[in-house]
């Protein structure tokens, strides 16, 4: 018997890192949000390369540079938020790059930071996302486009389920097998789904839904609850 | 070459109905090989409800219509693992190594292709190939996953290397999922012939207890008889064969002796195995536990005993009382060696909980040992139970030979303590003069044993 190292698998991290981006990139409306996001995700890579060395034994190394790459991760949501406060609505503009707290999270959690929390990061990270995007939708809901809303959603699920997909994965097989297919057709399928879903949302736009009234709506509600009980029974 | 293919085809059984352990067969397919094992809902898809309720009491509070739409998406997410329905899998293996009698350390190279016979594509297939526990991976991983299209086969290989002994590969294991991961599907796929390495091992003389019984064999007794070497001579008695009257002292004196030879004789020997939950220990975590040496310590010395003429037998408590009488020749061997390879009671997968009594089943050993019948008793010496019982038998008249792979450590203070407790038990039967062969795993066990029966002469 040989010892298995058991780790995330790194397609399905690399794709859940890069979807969570993707998330917060789409509800984002400012060429500044986007620098944000590039320096997240340079401090992402440059976690990961530190995780890397440090797993192979050179950790006087590797230690210190995954520690600049989380802070710089962080960091990325500073300078989205200092970049930002020149605009008038920098409230909303900053809210907008909530999201881009998850992201760290998320990659702390398929890197992983522990084994045992792996999970609870994720759920973290995609609990930020998710808020992220609630909170564009409430306060930007003038908007005329719904669709950075539904791309944004259908990506943090998508980041989500790639995080557990590679913690799963890891979890069975180890980082030694080779995954990727089983990877990219999970996540493929995730989100040519997601796609579908997009696709009935803007149907139901089409047909004029959000002219209802607020009672309707509520009663939507209602009966979307009744769906789901019933789905889980 | 071993090559060795399974076609395999999952039958009509119900989607959510778990057929535990069963063998599922098909009309059309009699020699089935896809065991199925568990097939369950992983619920990773549960929270997304919440997320859809969050969004939209958000939505409706906040009356904004756009986030009450982005609800919709995340709302068919529930959904979605109920719609990809679950996987039924038809696999076919083959298992190739391409090496399967190899020298003692060389590098065997062990190749698995796996077939999607069936019609549907597999959206996320992992396999688990059932390498022998004693075998070490040195390079690649017996661990793949992969998306298969119908007919389309995958392949993997990894590289063991061989230790003595005689492994027999178990089956692949597979855990199959649906797209969205919503169900899980776990089987078991065997190739059939089952894949088998043998290297041949180096067990040079089994050690025995002196005693036996009457029949001629290889056992040099004290007792004097027919034989080779020369034991004494003793006075003339009626009946005693012409050939083995001194005619040089009776031409010499004039007076009858008898020439007597040391008796060779056969042994009943009895391989005992330990196989209760305390044999299952090991000394880190994998690396091979006590009962994979206890395997490979039973299949050299079955084979070292089969070329000689002494009835050999079989015998293991665990899980429940296992027993093979014992018997002398090849087909007996072949017995032995099956019943090593697949009784469930010998099985390299740990227990999971303590077995009933191990009393019983000591008690049902000493009714079936007969009267002249040595044990060789195979464990690491686990706990206190295994030195008792060693100590009862060999009070019962049956000699007993402990052979006690040491899975000890020194990496914990538990470990240590473990590692003193064994020393102990070791020493406690040396002093009721019970022989016993420390095996320490990365010597072979012929090395171990000669080491003994040096100190002992």
């Known amino acids: 018997m040989t010892n298995v190292v058991y ?117 973290l990270g995609f609990a930020l996302l998710v808020i992220g995007v609630v ?49 990219l057709s999970h996540s493929g399928g995730t989100t040519l789904f997601g796609g579908v879903g997009i696709g009935a949302g803007l149907v139901m736009i089409n047909v004029n839904v959000t002219d209802l009234p607020l009672a309707s709506l509520l009663l939507l509600l209602g009966a979307a609850l009744v769906l789901m009980v019933a789905l889980y029974k | 070459m071993s090559n060795a293919t399974a076609t395999a085809e999952e039958g009509a059984t119900d989607g959510a109905v778990s057929n535990y352990g069963q063998r599922v067969s098909a009309a059309e397919d009699a020699d089935d090989l896809v065991v199925e094992q568990d097939r369950r809902r992983t619920g990773r898809w549960r929270g997304i409800v919440a997320v859809a309720l969050f969004a939209g009491a958000v939505g409706v509070l906040a009356a904004r219509p756009f986030l009450l739409l982005a609800t919709v998406p995340v709302a068919a997410f529930a959904a979605y693992p109920r719609l990809t329905g679950s996987p039924k899998p038809t696999l076919a293996v083959e298992r190739t190594v391409d090496d399967d009698t190899p020298d003692r350390g060389a590098d065997v190279e062990v190749t698995v292709r796996i077939t999607n016979t069936g019609r549907w594509p ?18 690649g991983s017996p661990r793949h996953a992969t998306f298969l299209w119908p007919g389309s086969t995958t392949e993997f290989s990894y590289t063991v290397g061989a230790e003595y002994g005689r492994h027999q590969f178990d089956p692949v294991t597979a855990m199959l999922r649906d797209v969205s991961g919503g169900t899980e599907l776990e089987a078991t796929v065997e190739s059939d012939p089952a894949t088998v390495l043998t290297c041949t091992d180096a067990v040079p003389e089994v050690p025995l207890r002196k005693q036996s019984r009457h029949s001629t064999g290889r056992l040099v007794t004290d007792d004097g008889g027919a034989g080779i070497e020369f034991h004494r001579t003793r006075e003339y008695q009626k009946g005693d064969p012409m050939s083995r009257i001194d005619w040089k002292r009776y031409a010499k004196t004039g007076e009858l002796t008898t020439v007597e030879f040391r008796e060779e004789r056969a042994a009943t020997i009895v391989l005992l195995i330990d196989a209760r939950q305390s044999a299952y220990r090991a000394s880190a975590e994998g690396e091979p536990h006590g009962m994979a040496y206890n395997l490979a310590g039973a299949e050299q010395l079955l084979t070292a005993l089969g070329e000689t003429r002494d009835y050999v037998g079989l015998a293991a408590i665990g899980r429940q009382f296992c027993w093979l009488a014992a018997g002398v020749g090849i087909e007996h061997e072949v017995t032995a060696r099956e019943l090593l390879a697949t009784h469930p009671v010998l099985s390299t997968v740990p227990p999971d909980e303590e077995p009933p009594d191990p009393d019983e089943q000591a008690a049902e050993l000493r009714k079936r040992l007969s009267g002249d019948a040595q044990v060789i008793l195979l464990s690491p010496l686990g706990d206190e139970y295994i030195t008792s019982l060693a100590l009862t038998l060999e009070a019962n008249g049956h000699p007993v030979t402990v052979v006690s792979p040491n899975v000890s450590s020194d990496a914990s203070v538990g470990a240590r303590l473990a590692s003193v407790d064994r020393e102990n038990r070791v020493s406690s039967l040396r002093q009721a003069e019970i022989p016993v062969i420390d095996w320490t795993p990365d010597q072979p066990l012929g090395t171990s044993i000669v080491d003994v029966m040096e100190v002992e002469q």
């Open chain 1, 7 to 123: 780790r995330p698998s790194r397609v399905s991290s690399a794709i859940a890192v890069l979807a969570a981006a993707g998330c917060v990139a789409a509800v984002g409306s400012v060429p500044e949000q986007y620098t944000g996001i590039a320096v997240t995700l340079g401090g992402v890579l440059v976690l990961a390369l530190g995780t890397a060395l440090y797993n192979r034994g050179i950790r006087f190394l590797g230690f210190p540079v995954a520690l600049v790459g989380l802070l710089v991760a962080f960091g990325g949501f500073a300078v989205g938020v200092a970049l930002v406060g020149s605009y008038q609505a920098s409230l909303t503009l900053r809210g907008e790059l909530l999201g881009l707290l998850g992201v760290p999270f998320i990659a702390l959690g398929v890197v992983p930071l522990s084994r045992r929390l792996s999970r609870r990061l994720v759920s």
């Open chain 1, 135 to 183: 909170f564009v939708g409430a306060f930007n809901g003038t908007g005329t486009d719904p669709l950075p809303l539904l791309v944004g959603m259908v990506a943090a699920i998508v980041a989500w389920d790639a995080a557990e997909q590679a913690i799963n994965l890891g979890n069975q097989l180890g980082t030694r097998a080779r995954t990727w297919p089983s990877e």
């Open chain 2, 122 to 139: 597999l959206s996320d297939v992992r396999f688990v190939d059932g390498v022998p526990p004693m075998l070490a991976v040195r390079d």
